[in-house]
């Protein structure tokens, strides 16, 4: 079936650990996003790319980093400089990075801290 | 300001109820509107696009008003299965695809 695999669906850092959560797309989508998502509030973004080898900060990219090796993959790394990593953290994908272009969402990922 | 502000309730209403949700955006620029669904500790999913003429998908009804910059989401004859929290999504102007999500309206059905 095609869809956004992200592992691990649970996930959880020591202090001063980096982390890197997995997204996973078949869709053939150009466009990958991650945002991140506390209790009662909305998503922000973290990172976007538009196409392979090329992406972009969001509202809130400070402490993480990612890469766009290939078209299907989109991992977020979650650095030691994030201080407050607790949320969940949602992948996403659309067809192109375009307006009218709807964005697809993985399962996501619970990330605590030890 | 919030970019994209909502209600987030939570709104408790009986099954067979119609609920109206209410969105305010803050800039003029965007032209792609959504509602998305979120249940509990998952993901969000599509519920519907929103249209400048209003559109309307069985027992769901969306409208827009560009000129109030207010999006609204209506639901007839409530069911259980509609107890989520309920995302009013506008697109970042740029065409980057950048959206920017409200914080959600919590709709609970009751039997």
């Known amino acids: 079936d095609g869809g956004i695999t992200q592992s691990p669906k649970y996930l959880f850092r020591k202090e001063g650990q980096n982390v890197t959560l997995s997204c996973e797309q078949n869709?053939?989508?150009?466009?990958m996003y991650w945002y991140r998502q506390d209790p009662g509030q909305g998503l922000r973004l973290i990172y976007y790319?538009?196409?392979?080898?090329?992406?972009q900060k969001g509202d809130i990219a400070e402490g993480y980093s990612v890469s766009r090796e290939k078209k299907e993959s989109f991992p977020l790394t979650v650095t030691s400089a994030q201080k407050n990593p607790t949320a969940f953290y949602l992948c996403?994908?659309?067809?192109?990075?375009?307006?009218?272009?709807?964005?697809?969402f993985g399962a996501g990922t619970r990330l605590s801290v030890l | 300001r919030k970019e994209v502000e909502q209600d987030p309730g939570p709104f408790n209403v009986p099954e067979g109820a119609t609920v109206a949700f209410n969105c305010t955006y803050s800039?003029?620029?965007?032209?792609?509107f959504f509602w998305y669904r979120q249940d509990c500790r998952k993901e969000p999913k599509l519920l519907m696009s929103?249209?400048?003429s209003g559109n309307e998908d069985g027992r769901f009804t969306a409208q827009l008003n560009r000129a109030s910059q207010y999006i609204s989401l209506l639901i007839r004859d409530s069911k259980l299965s509609d107890s989520a929290t309920y995302l009013c999504?506008?697109?970042?102007?740029?065409?980057?695809?950048?959206?920017?999500f409200g914080q959600g309206t919590t709709l609970q059905v009751k039997p």
């Open positions: 869709l053939n989508h150009d466009a």
């Open positions: 999504v506008v697109n970042s102007p740029g065409n980057t695809g950048k959206l920017i």
């Open positions: 790319s538009q196409i392979v080898n090329d992406f």
């Open positions: 800039n003029s620029a965007s032209q792609s």
């Open positions: 929103v249209y400048s």
């Open positions: 996403a994908s659309s067809l192109t990075g375009i307006a009218k272009n709807i964005q697809y």
